[in-house]
């Protein structure tokens, strides 16, 4: 984290200067805004967050509910979206309250006494090395703290304005072409209309989205006919993984799905209950909180379960569902027509909590859209960039409804014994295997985006083996040359909307004239091809928009800052500060070596660009000027004043 910049100022660092205009909210709802935002669900918060960043873009979240929410019903935070987290700066808070969910132990029918269960295995819940952060559990209601605080903290001083219902949206024409009516909810209120315009609209309302209706678009799948029951419990028991994440499968209660939750003592159960008729509604089954208990309890024998108090319990039925299209555009109007209106989370796709996935995919669409919206509304790129948020979500979002239907059959399934392979139902073991197999999914790292405007081709993957183009950027470790810090490279990216390029260094000397490394910065600095000079307005700091950082293989005390490349040192803010955290060594201590982690070509180096959301976009060689120039050009569009060619150190 970087401050003091444009001046000395004592106080809380996450608190930005406030935009102008931006402690007038409490005046009531604008005639217009850039966007609004339906819904205060995880999706609405990640995307107000990461656009309430942008002093220039005019941004209302609304929600039908009369205040935050206080107790979530999603809990599972992957590891991924702690790498999402890291990037908003609230990663350690969460890490401080979570549950770490470090392994998973699995429970079938005892073989000697059947009506009994016994523990069958016990394995690392993620597998070694996918991420630096661990898969944890914490209260949905504490993420959405803290992207509150983030968002009371931007420099818009943006806060939800709650008891707000969207009863009307009509998409026109014009600056402003989404018209919008909200209602009051509140008593005090109850019934007033508001009528505003917004360049575009986000609905992250919920599976039962209002926004979606309007569309005229639906959510279209199937059920298990599978009843399921959920609890949060404080409970006495001789269980003795209670404390584990388990899945527990018996011969006549069904199956169980047990997380520990935060703070040491309530725990989350997940019980299988009857299934449902064709066409049934687990509503209208009445099951009652006692009837759970009673359900949990046969799966648990001969263990004990004495629930002493229930924080929050519901039923439901399993299903996965999905629509066609995340956004406002018909599929045959693609070519003439420009999206202005979007749906992510819920609104857009729904399934079993059983993977842990929905709020973490939810998160993943927002902040997948937030940039593009960033980019179009400050005119860095053509609208048309918009197209790519349903193309590439939607494509996701089936992957893991596919996923989550295989899952959540198998925990569903009658039990048949691995001696018996013919006959119908699953084998506990395979079960566990296909945990194993598929943790990728779980720890929210299983996203590939395929080739497209965004995603480049493999032709120089071999450069960079452990970067996967598409994937997301997997960071590792490495030390800041500038003042000898350990730290993961990823962790210096934050959720500003900026791009990202890391120059691997090939084996020669950085410091050398006509250094490969030397080379690029001079092309990026001065060239007016370059992505830096053409996408960079006159008087904006020169990494506003393309964040150039370089990784050399030397020992970080053998080299000499003075003498590396002025584009690694930059002059920035109204002093003209230079910026001595763009330049990083491998880690040359055991087995932390970055070139070796992420199979970076030793003899060649490479550079690897990494989107505003952590994806991995393009992985090209050090001298692949014209390649990283057309890949900016096919979408962005150049300022009419560029920024001026950098003077030397």
């Known amino acids: 984290?970087?401050?003091?910049?444009?001046?000395?100022?004592?106080?809380?660092?996450?608190?930005?200067?406030?935009?102008?205009?931006?402690?007038?909210?409490?005046?009531?709802?604008?005639?217009?805004?850039?966007?609004?935002?339906?819904?205060?669900?995880?999706?609405?918060?990640?995307?107000?967050?990461?656009?309430?960043?942008?002093?220039?873009?005019?941004?209302?979240?609304?929600?039908?509910?009369?205040?935050?929410?206080?107790?979530?019903?999603?809990?599972?935070?992957?590891?991924?979206?702690?790498?999402?987290?890291?990037?908003?700066?609230?990663?350690?808070?969460?890490?401080?309250?979570?549950?770490?969910?470090?392994?998973?132990?699995?429970?079938?029918?005892?073989?000697?006494a059947p009506g009994n269960i016994a523990r069958s295995g016990r394995v690392d819940d993620v597998e070694e090395g996918l991420s630096e952060f661990p898969h944890v559990i914490l209260n949905q209601a504490r993420v959405h703290d803290f992207y509150l605080d983030i968002m009371r903290k931007s420099p818009n001083r943006l806060v939800p304005d709650y008891s707000r219902r969207l009863s009307g949206m009509e998409i026109g024409e014009g600056d402003y072409p989404v018209a919008v009516t909200l209602e009051h909810t509140d008593p005090a209120h109850e019934g007033q209309l508001k009528t505003l315009r917004a360049r575009y609209v986000v609905g992250c309302d919920g599976a039962r989205s209002a926004v979606r209706g309007f569309l005229g678009r639906e959510l279209r799948g199937d059920s298990a006919n599978q009843a399921w029951g959920v609890m949060d419990v404080l409970a006495v028991t001789d269980f003795p993984d209670i404390r584990l994440k388990n899945v527990i499968q018996s011969t006549e209660g069904g199956s169980i799905v047990l997380i520990p939750r935060e703070g040491g003592y309530l725990v989350r159960i997940y019980v299988e209950l009857d299934e449902l008729g064709q066409d049934e509604r687990v509503r209208s089954r009445n099951i009652t909180l006692e009837e759970l208990i009673a359900a949990a309890q046969k799966v648990f024998r001969p263990y004990s379960l004495d629930v002493k108090e229930v924080a929050w319990w519901s039923v439901y039925e399993i299903g996965q569902r999905l629509t066609d299209k995340f956004d406002d555009v018909p599929a045959a109007e693609l070519d003439t027509r420009l999206p202005h209106v979007f749906i992510a989370g819920d609104a857009c796709h729904t399934h079993s909590p059983k993977a842990g996935q929905g709020m973490n995919v939810s998160m993943q669409d927002t902040f997948n859209l937030g940039w593009k919206l960033a980019h179009v509304l400050r005119g860095q790129a053509k609208p048309e960039l918009l197209h790519s948020y349903s193309d590439e979500r939607q494509a996701i979002a089936k992957n893991l409804i596919d996923f989550d239907r295989e899952w959540a059959k198998m925990l569903s399934a009658p039990l048949r014994s691995s001696d018996e392979p013919e006959a119908p139902g699953v084998d506990p073991e395979e079960v566990q295997r296909y945990f194993v197999q598929h943790g990728r999914y779980t720890a929210g790292t299983a996203t590939v985006y395929a080739p497209s405007l965004l995603t480049g081709t493999s032709e120089h993957q071999g450069l960079a083996e452990g970067f996967v183009i598409g994937t997301r950027f997997h960071s590792a470790p490495a030390i800041r040359l500038g003042d000898a810090k350990p730290m993961h490279l990823g962790h210096a990216a934050e959720a500003d909307g900026r791009w990202r390029l890391y120059a691997f260094a090939d084996a020669g000397d950085p410091m050398a004239v006509g250094s490969a490394v030397g080379k690029l910065c001079d092309w990026l600095a001065d060239d007016p091809a370059s992505p830096v000079v053409k996408y960079t307005a006159e008087g904006a700091d020169i990494d506003s928009i393309l964040d150039v950082r370089a990784v050399f293989q030397q020992n970080h005390r053998d080299l000499r800052l003075q003498d590396m490349p002025t584009l690694l040192l930059p002059a920035k803010g109204r002093h003209g500060l230079r910026d001595y955290e763009k330049m990083f060594c491998a880690d040359l201590s055991g087995g932390r070596d970055i070139f070796d982690l992420r199979g970076i070509d030793r003899a060649k180096g490479c550079m690897v660009l990494v989107r505003p959301d952590q994806y991995v976009a393009q992985v090209l060689p050090l001298d692949g000027y014209g390649a990283l120039a057309a890949y900016f050009d096919a979408f962005m569009l150049p300022v009419a004043a560029p920024v001026k060619a950098m003077e030397p150190a």
Not at 20 to 49: F, K, N, R, W, Y
Not at 72 to 96: K, S
């Open 1 to 112: 984290m970087q401050f003091h910049l444009n001046g000395f100022h004592t106080g809380d660092p996450d608190l930005a200067q406030p935009a102008p205009g931006a402690e007038s909210q409490d005046s009531g709802m604008p005639e217009t805004v850039d966007v609004l935002i339906v819904g205060c669900g995880p999706a609405g918060l990640t995307l107000a967050a990461q656009l309430a960043a942008f002093p220039d873009i005019s941004v209302r979240i609304v929600e039908q509910k009369d205040g935050p929410l206080q107790l979530g019903q999603a809990d599972g935070i992957a590891c991924r979206t702690m790498e999402m987290f890291n990037a908003f700066g609230f990663a350690e808070r969460v890490l401080r309250e979570a549950y770490w969910v470090s392994e998973t132990a699995f429970w079938k029918p005892d073989t000697e």
